[in-house]
């Protein structure tokens, strides 16, 4: 079986994906919580990722992706890597990363500090020794940046991966599971002075396949309704709708409502025509939506999300037709005791893990009848 476990880190996020041969992929790292605040129930991240690896006798992940630089995606991950390019980062103990995924952008931008930084050198310093890296798109400032730095194109094209391809390498066919790259867009990069992190970050269709059966999983960063429009677009325009077709949807930007529609609404996010399609057509039956977020606000005292009439949307048209699940991270299994929810993907398609345990699931939900199902629709 493969599994997906997002963690319980409030706005913040991480997924693992482990897969059936025994691979680790890791989607984002932000180790939020306060260790000097014992009301603080967002979960110890490194702990717990560290005790997943003792256990599976590991020292390292096969791939470890940021979707961008903001901190709420790579807080901490400096300090929880092996990283190579600097000798204060190789302390013995610390995970190793085979393969870095990263935007463009993450190369490219300038005016960055802290954990952030140290990431960008990272994944500077791994293009420079072509080796260990992925990065997708090739907008013209990475051409500008790679001329600056006397760095040849022809030389490093083979680890740039544009919007619309496979990453090479993996096959759901041999690998389990295959990803398709919907974002970002090279223009969209080289758009404006500044780079917008959310217009430039990494979103994928990850497509596992395991005995007959097959779940696929959007993973969506912060992505805003405009950049779904494009991504919409671009992908109908190609016929290629089943690249957008989902069983699991990890939601852009911890519920906000942004990612459905320009106006928030009083009780509901309407959706634009693209986001009600993405939302509503593409997901199927008994589809889990997860929101890597604080619990759902039953007001609108914060204007940051999550956002409740983004929720009520997924909760009402989204997965409430589908005979589907709405979970929100920092509520699962319960409010005052958050746990890491894990999702396995195996012959019955998609089942939630009920409890954690000493790292692993006790308690199974029933499976979903017809999740991941293979049949065409």
């Known amino acids: 079986m493969h599994k997906l476990t997002f963690f319980p880190l409030g706005n913040a996020d991480c997924c693992r994906m482990d897969l059936d041969d025994g691979r680790k992929i890791l989607f984002d790292y932000a180790n939020v919580r306060n260790p000097d605040d014992d009301q603080d129930k967002r979960c110890d991240l490194s702990t717990l990722l560290l005790e997943d690896l003792e256990q599976a006798d590991k020292d390292k992940y096969e791939v470890v992706a940021f979707t961008h630089l903001d901190n709420d995606h790579v807080c901490g991950a400096p300090s929880f890597f092996y990283l190579e390019h600097a000798e204060k980062y190789k302390v013995e103990g610390r995970p190793k990363i085979d393969e870095l995924w990263v935007p463009a952008a993450a190369l490219v931008e300038e005016g960055l500090d802290d954990d952030a930084r140290a990431i960008r050198s990272e994944a500077r310093y791994r293009f420079k020794q072509k080796r260990g890296i992925r990065v997708f798109s090739r907008p013209d400032r990475l051409k500008e940046w790679m001329k600056k730095e006397k760095l040849d194109f022809d030389a490093h094209k083979h680890l740039i991966t544009d919007a619309g391809q496979l990453v090479p390498g993996w096959s759901k066919d041999t690998d389990g599971v295959e990803f398709f790259v919907h974002s970002p867009f090279a223009e969209r990069t080289d758009a404006g002075e500044v780079i917008d992190r959310n217009d430039c970050s990494l979103v994928m269709q990850a497509w596992f396949s395991i ?167």
């Open 211 to 377: 005995s007959g059966r097959e779940v696929r999983v959007i993973m969506s960063a912060d992505t805003t309704h405009d950049l779904w429009e494009a991504i919409v677009k671009m992908t109908r325009l190609y016929k290629n709708d089943k690249r957008l077709e989902w069983d699991v949807f990890k939601l852009p930007h911890h519920c906000s409502s942004l990612s459905i529609g320009p106006e928030k609404g009083k009780t509901e996010t309407a959706p634009t025509k693209a986001t009600k399609w993405l939302f509503e057509n593409q997901g199927q039956t008994c589809a889990v939506v997860v929101s890597t977020s604080k619990p759902i606000p039953s007001d609108d005292s914060d204007d940051q999300p999550p956002h409740r009439q983004a929720a009520n949307y997924y909760k009402n048209k989204v997965v409430g037709p589908k005979n589907g699940e709405f979970k929100v991270t920092m509520e699962h299994p319960s409010v005052s005791k958050p746990e890491p929810l894990v999702i396995k993907i195996d012959g019955y398609g998609t089942t939630i893990l009920k409890s954690i345990v000493g790292g692993g699931a006790s308690v199974i939900s029933r499976p979903a009848p017809r999740a991941g199902a293979t049949d065409e629709r």
